[in-house]
């Protein structure tokens, strides 16, 4: 069994004990037009992973999200697993109250009530992850998302679920370099579909840890990175998320 359906075995029980929460619907912030222009960092608080064991044990999340948004960053993803990621909606709320950027809720969503969370802890954004979902459940949360005020992150690893993605209405795609089920991680992943799909935005997810890697990601057209792991490994990230969001080849040896 892969570690994708094995997570998603453990989502399917935590929904079946999420009590019903209140949200104040709002209108999506238009997430796609924030990103088509310029080179974006998007920074996320991830404590550990199931690929890296603990990545940083003792995290003040607030404080470090305010350092992210100061270095620079469009936006702040938070980890809100709890059982592989050692995230929660607390840190999702943390985040959010200290924060002027737009938050993303990092999760395996599979039902409407996570995006419920979701928004009542103050994300502006959410992640749906393609290999986790039925085209048509995909479809809908994506609809149920933008109906709450949630703007959605489509997350693709290959080709074909890139043309999934693409049949949705006004998503921002992201391209995992990390295999769910493997774990393994290849920057051309990104590379190659961005280069064949050159008109589209695209979001390039997982795996960046040097400003080269920023810098050829960059070049073979992403408008944006996802950063976790090596932020995080950083005492102070402030340089590092500097140096990934001017980063350029010239200045590579
Ligand atoms: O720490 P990294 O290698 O920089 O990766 C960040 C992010 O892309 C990764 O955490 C991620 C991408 N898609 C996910 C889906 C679920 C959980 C986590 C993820």
């Not at 999340?61 to 100061?70: C, D, L, P, T, W």
């Not at 469009?74 to 938050?103: C, R």
């Not at 769910?180 to 050159?198: A, C, G, H, Q």
Request: glycine share 4%.
């Amino acid at each position: 069994m892969s570690y994708l359906t094995k997570i998603i075995g453990t989502k399917i029980e935590e929904v079946s004990r999420m009590e019903p929460i209140d949200i104040t619907m709002t209108e999506p912030i238009a997430l796609l037009n924030r990103m088509r222009d310029g080179f974006h960092i998007i920074s996320e608080i991830k404590r550990s992973s199931p690929s890296k064991g603990m990545i940083r044990e003792d995290v003040n999340v607030a404080e470090r999200a305010r350092q992210y948004e100061q270095a620079g960053a469009t936006m702040i993803s938070v980890l809100t697993d709890t059982t592989y990621f050692n995230g929660s909606f607390e840190d999702l709320q943390q985040v959010a109250d200290v924060v002027t950027i737009p938050v993303l809720c990092k999760d395996f969503i599979i039902d409407e009530r996570q995006l419920d969370y979701a928004k009542h802890y103050g994300a502006s954004v959410a992640l749906l992850i393609v290999a986790a979902l039925h085209p048509k459940r995909l479809h809908e949360l994506t609809r149920y998302a933008r109906s709450i005020g949630l703007d959605v992150l489509v997350e693709v690893h290959d080709e074909a679920e890139l043309h999934i993605a693409l049949e949705l209405d006004d998503v921002l795609i992201g391209i995992n370099n990390r295999d769910l089920k493997t774990f393994e991680v290849s920057l051309e992943t990104s590379i190659d579909l961005m280069e064949r799909y050159p008109d589209v935005t695209f979001v390039s997810e997982s795996g960046v840890s040097t400003v080269e890697a920023a810098a050829r990601l960059k070049e073979a057209g992403a408008s944006a990175i996802l950063v976790g792991e090596a932020l995080m490994r950083e005492e102070n990230p402030t340089r590092l998320l500097e140096e990934l969001k001017t980063c350029s080849l010239k200045f590579v040896d």
